[in-house]
């Protein structure tokens, strides 16, 4: 019971700091960016159908996963392609970016200019031609007959309306077409509340996130006191939880009331932080489910599925391809720290950069479940040909495929 216990604060804590933190910064960099603009952003990329692919992949390679966030809304309403989403998913790096980006920044270099070509040229693929995704999608609904289906948008001659969702305006979440759904003399100002303290959450785990990167990663110890190990755990618990909150109920009493949805403009700052906020911990929420399956799967199993990624041979970047299937940044983290220790060659570094999908995927994941997966195969695929390639072919060459390439 003791284990278990420990397991959830330790996820609890690190999903916060080493994830969360993160994605705030971002999400709330690109709130500010369309603040400041009017939606000239949003705008930009929902105009320029052609150049939507290319923007795609731009934001999926910012560090983090708050760049590849704000476009799974925009496939979600009918704006942008589905080759736009491939593009931004393929090349994400999520949160592992801050990982390599500390301890192996010439790796990283390489690994995120081989993911976004890569990715780019597969979603302008799967614009242009289809890449067989129609079958795709029929494979995939014989698996899930309940899924709601991508609807081969692209692949019929660019972007518009998807039968499967409704673009006439933003999803009917709450009665008013602005505002939170519920107004409480009690909840609403805890929840603004909430909201003001998730913040100082935020930045507190943004410095000891960065300090921990900057310190290699090293083991922290479940701890309360006012050492680095004791307020690494404070801030993330108390963010973990003010996250679940402001999910589960402030969102209904602060901002919008909807989650995984693209703002074209805000009214003000704080219109702009709430928002961020809310993002961002919807993310949490899946974050959090992700590091805790994942953790008591190991810890029930046994199994160690970073040590599986590093078998040896042309199974490496296979294995890097594979890991990348798991939504979410937590086995992404690890497979980069592994590879920051020299345990694991460049190939599969490079393999894991284009297939994983990072924290972005969860949005889509929750109100296009088979779009989602369907993308995901088509980020699997060339992560398993590239990696390959590079094993095979760059690595004799250029020593590139080497384990500890880039690492300082």
Do not use: K
Not at 133 to 148: C, E, F, G, H, K
Not at 160 to 166: F, L
Not at 201 to 206: K, P, R
Not at 295 to 314: H, M, R
């Amino acid at each position: 019971m003791n284990e278990l216990l420990e397991v959830l604060l330790v996820s609890l804590r690190d999903g916060y700091v080493q994830v969360s933190a993160f994605v705030a910064v971002t999400v709330l960099a690109f709130g500010l960016l369309q603040y400041a603009t009017d939606g000239a952003v949003i705008g930009a990329i929902e105009g320029n159908e052609r150049l939507q692919v290319l923007f795609g992949g731009l934001l999926g390679l910012t560090p983090g996963c708050g760049g590849a966030i704000v476009v799974m809304p925009l496939y979600v309403r009918g704006t942008v392609s589905f080759g736009t989403v491939v593009a931004t998913l393929g090349a994400t790096a999520g949160d592992s970016a801050f990982v390599i980006l500390a301890l192996a920044p010439e790796a990283a270099l390489y690994a995120y200019a081989i993911a976004f070509a890569a990715s780019v040229a597969t979603g302008y693929l799967v614009d242009e031609v289809g890449l067989g995704v129609s079958r795709v999608d029929a494979a995939v609904a014989q698996l899930s007959p309940a899924a709601t289906p991508d609807g081969g948008t692209v692949v019929n001659g660019g972007v518009g309306p998807n039968p499967t969702h409704d673009y006439g305006g933003p999803a009917p979440t709450h009665a008013h077409e602005t505002g939170p759904d519920r107004h409480s003399r009690v909840l609403t100002p805890l929840s603004h509340l909430a909201h003001v303290l998730w913040w100082g959450a935020a930045i507190s785990g943004l410095i000891f996130g960065s300090l921990y990167l900057l310190r290699g990663g090293p083991e922290v110890a479940l701890a309360l006191g006012l050492s680095f190990d004791g307020l690494f755990t404070v801030v993330g618990i108390v963010g973990a939880v003010l996250s679940l909150y402001l999910y589960a109920v402030g969102r209904h009493y602060v901002g919008e009331g909807e989650i995984a949805r693209a703002r074209d403009s805000f009214g003000s700052v704080y219109d702009t932080l709430t928002h961020a906020a809310m993002e961002t911990s919807f993310v949490t929420v899946w974050v959090l489910v992700a590091f805790l399956v994942y953790e008591y799967f190991v810890l029930f199993s046994g199994a160690n599925i970073a040590t599986l990624a590093a078998a040896a041979g042309v199974l490496a970047p296979i294995g890097g391809a594979v890991v990348g299937l798991i939504p979410g940044c937590g086995p992404q983290i690890l497979l980069a720290s592994v590879y920051a220790e020299g345990g694991l060659p460049f190939s599969a570094l490079s393999a894991n950069a284009i297939a994983q999908d990072g924290d972005a995927l969860f949005p889509l994941l929750a109100v296009d479940a088979r779009a989602a997966i369907v993308a995901t195969i088509y980020n699997f695929l060339p992560a398993v040909v590239v990696g390959v390639a590079l094993h095979f072919l760059w690595g004799p060459v250029f020593g590139m495929a080497e384990f500890g390439f880039g690492v300082l």
